[in-house]
């Protein structure tokens, strides 16, 4: 090794440096590794020892790490890089890639809060050193958006918001309320609060998107329908199933009038719909968008899909509750075979032939429906207490079983499956 005494110690860091980074473009990268070490080791030497070209060995030593998959140690020297990069310099290239760098090895390591957290700071920081305007390059913008849904996959709820609210603030005051740009991250964050169980302020911020989706690309556009069906969904979960409903059957009409046969949003037009007529307890509005739903997902995906499994459990299910008995257990004998040719999950099929039951107890078929029962009951229990299933589903089926039992002349079951009706909590 050169004296380094001898030599300026800068002069032979830069030296060392680009040495190091000619070894990187030729893959050798162990030979890299060796010189980024005694580099480290050297600046370590050195008391408070921070220049550019500091943050650029920690940084680029980090990512010759990175490209040999050693991620837990190449964020280790990029925190050494980003400790100081705001307090060295103001050049927001150097920060940007020290920040996008170091939140990538985060998330490789699936540190998803701590990604977030370090664009959040870079974000913000930036825009304190050019005076109040976030830069937000799209490769930045890319990042942060898959590093806020990752949080938001895992609950992380707070950090989702925060980087969220940083972007829509950046792209506000960059490109404007009346933007593309603008809006999108606005209904990121939307989105955010919404899963987040803040219905109130995704609804307002809603609101606000609405205004903004209108003038930019028109009531009628599709991404106008989808702004009117996403405030309908916020509206609905804050308790205005009336009021939200309304605005679904609009949004409808918008969607079969203005776009014709744009199958996909008129799909989620219509499940939002369904839920929402389902909370209401309007059984024919459930059934109408079972079946539309039916036809659309035969459209898209074919005859034998999940999608179109469920909507067709969704129409038997409406059937019966329209107490249309028969209806309903034509349509879920045929839905169970389907299942069982599908190989649908436990957890579906157990579903179906419960509907099964429940229909054959309307039809006055009750030992059918307890054949159905005596075997499904306790399946429908195991599901429960692996909390596969909710207890309240529990109550109703054996109310099934009850009446079963009682029609069939098992008096004492009968008796026994009564009490515990009347003396289990079942989550009312």
Same mark, same amino acid.
């Given at each position: 090794m050169a004296n380094v005494n001898e030599l300026d110690f800068n002069e032979y860091l830069c030296e060392k440096y680009n040495e190091a980074n000619e070894l990187n473009r030729k893959q050798r990268r162990d030979e890299a590794v060796y010189i980024f070490e005694e580099l480290v080791d050297l600046i370590d030497t050195q008391e408070d020892y921070y220049t550019e070209l500091t943050i650029k060995i920690f940084s680029n030593y980090a990512q010759t790490l990175a490209s040999m998959g050693r991620f837990r140690e190449?964020?280790?020297?990029?925190?050494?890089?980003?400790?100081?990069?705001?307090?060295v310099t103001s050049e927001v290239e150097i920060i940007n890639i020290v920040t996008q760098n170091l939140a990538r090895y985060y998330y490789k390591l699936g540190r998803y809060v701590d990604a977030a957290q370090t664009l959040i700071t870079a974000i913000t920081t930036i825009a304190e050193v050019q005076g109040g305007n976030e830069t937000?390059?799209?490769?930045?913008?890319?990042?942060?958006?898959?590093?806020? $849904?990752?949080?938001? $996959?895992?609950?992380?709820?707070?950090?989702a918001i925060k980087l969220d609210e940083v972007l829509f603030k950046g792209n506000l005051s960059k490109f404007g309320k009346y933007s593309a740009e603008t809006i999108e991250s606005q209904s990121d964050l939307a989105w955010d609060y919404f899963k987040s169980g803040d219905s109130l302020s995704a609804k307002n911020i809603c609101v606000?998107?609405?205004?903004?989706?209108?003038?930019?690309?028109? $009531?009628?556009?599709?991404?106008?329908?989808?702004? $009117?069906?996403?405030?309908?969904?916020?509206?609905?979960?804050?308790?205005?199933?009336?009021?939200?409903?309304?605005?679904l059957w609009e949004t409808l009409a918008y969607c079969d009038n203005e776009l014709g046969e744009n199958v996909d949003e008129t799909i989620q037009i219509l499940e939002t719909l369904q839920m929402m007529t389902g909370v209401s307890g309007k059984s024919e509005d459930v059934l109408f968008c079972a079946k539309r739903l039916r036809v659309l997902h035969e459209q898209k995906n074919g005859s034998y899909s999940t999608e179109v499994i469920n909507d067709e459990y969704n129409i038997a299910s409406s059937l019966s509750l329209l107490e249309r008995n028969q209806e309903s257990l034509d349509a879920s004998e045929i839905l169970l075979k389907k299942a069982k040719e599908m190989n649908m999950d436990e957890g579906f099929q157990l579903k179906v032939n419960l509907l099964v039951a429940h229909n054959l107890n309307n039809v006055a078929r009750n030992e059918e429906a307890l054949k159905i029962l005596r075997y499904a009951v306790p399946m429908l229990e195991k599901r429960c207490a692996d909390g596969l299933e909710n207890p309240l589903r529990l109550h109703s089926v054996k109310f099934d079983l009850l009446i079963a039992l009682s029609a069939t002349g098992n008096d004492e079951e009968a008796i026994k499956i009564a009490d515990e009706l009347l003396n289990t909590d079942y989550g009312f």
């Open positions: 190449a964020s280790q020297y990029e925190e050494r890089a980003f400790e100081i990069v705001f307090d937000l390059e799209p490769n930045v913008l890319q990042d942060a958006r898959v590093y806020a $849904k990752a949080c938001i $996959k895992t609950q992380e709820y707070d950090t606000d998107i609405l205004d903004a989706v209108y003038v930019v690309f028109g $009531k009628f556009s599709e991404a106008g329908i989808e702004a $009117k069906r996403m405030l309908a969904l916020f509206t609905g979960n804050c308790g205005e199933i009336e009021t939200a409903t309304s605005m």
